[in-house]
């Protein structure tokens, strides 16, 4: 570990600078209040560079275009009260785009969801997919209502924003970016669905292939 003088800071990858005070000057160095900085030669400036450019795209895309991306009024005095991501779950399995991936949560028990504030009754849970046809090019949809229901109760859902009949929403994609329809939750509370297309067109439109 590298010790500096307490008038030092570090200023950036491989830059230290140096308030020089004036006594600890000789008469041909630099005035008193002029920064001396000392910078690490090319080799280091390059495993710096190096290591910066390793952490930066270790960080899944979609992480990085979400966390680019601000939401909240910086002047807002109460912004800082509000609980920070990373610290709500810390605890938590993350999926490949770099954020909580509930379903693993949930199926090891990390967290386990209520049907009411008290806790004593029984999720409602129905065991039953619905297959969606109407994909164009891509792969058909299953959507499992076990791992909605697992969490949800079906008026979440129905009849706003689905109605309680099969092809009775015409959902595009369009849409659900803007929020509607899926988008509720999903790129604001559960997986991102512009980075994970196969988590939903999961069916192949072969003959033979879907349940």
Known sequence: MIRLPSPCRILG???IACLLAADALPADRPAPGQLAFLRASPGQAAEIET????????VPAARRAIDGV????????????????EE????LPYDANGFPDWMKALKSGLIKPRSNLQGNEKMDVLDLDIIMRNTKEMPFVKFPHRSHTE????????PDPFPSKAGGTEIR??????????GKCHDRV???TFFSCD????????AGTIP
């Open 13 to 15: 990858a491989g830059i």
């Open 151 to 158: 969490w949800l109760t079906c008026s979440n859902c129905h």
């Open 190 to 192: 559960a997986f991102i």
């Open 199 to 206: 988590r939903c067109h999961s069916q192949s439109q072969k």
């Open 173 to 182: 994609m369009i849409n659900i970016f803007r929020g509607q329809y899926c």
């Open 51 to 58: 290591a910066q450019s390793i952490q930066e795209h270790s």
């Open 88 to 91: 709500a779950t810390r605890h």
């Open 70 to 85: 601000e939401f909240l009024d910086e002047k807002n005095p109460d912004r800082q009260r509000l609980q920070r991501i």
